[in-house]
DNA sequence: TCTGCGTTTCCTGCTT
DNA sequence: GAAGCAGGAAACGCAG
């Protein structure tokens, strides 16, 4: 099941794919990002070993690559718990609730991700928030915690 | 050039 | 009281 995730979902999602530079490439960048590379060792140092690789863009056009979103990149993270380094985690899978561990380390990946140093866990809050209006994501009233709505797709282990 | 979408940014109020 | 989170409003960048 994982798998089909990993091939049909995950990689097809170009949410790691920056079209001129793969994940191992933003993480060892340090002209293009020095503070992340100092502030959280940790989760770029599993990024470096992660399976995503710049050869699985290869196949990725750039009209997909743009069409990339916020929300699908949240979701590839937790299909990929190797990739999110404890960034993300499942708090009820069956139920698309989520919670974010990491936050400012999921904006820094946004960040790189858009190429905007200066994204914040903040702003990247404030996009997800904006997914309660066309019900990809619900709300749920704790702090940090997410659930997928029923405009979200990809997320379900059953339904991929 | 215009329009719509998906953010991004700033700000304020609320919660912990 | 401070820090962090949530939501409103406006601006921005891009594709069609």
Redesign the pocket.
Known sequence: MLDSVTHNTFLPNVSFCDPLMSWTDLFSNEEYYPAFEHQTDAVSSCLKTSGIKSQDCHSHS??SL?SS???EFVRDLLLSPEENCGILEWEDREQGIFRVVK?EGLAKM?GQR?R?D??????????L??Y?K?GILE?VDR??VYKFGKNAHGWQEDKL
């Not at 200066?118 to 996009?127: H, P």
């Open positions: 750039r009209t743009q979103h916020l929300w936050s946004w858009k905007n200066r994204m914040t866990y903040e702003k990247l809050s404030r996009a928030r904006y309660y066309t709300r702090r940090l």
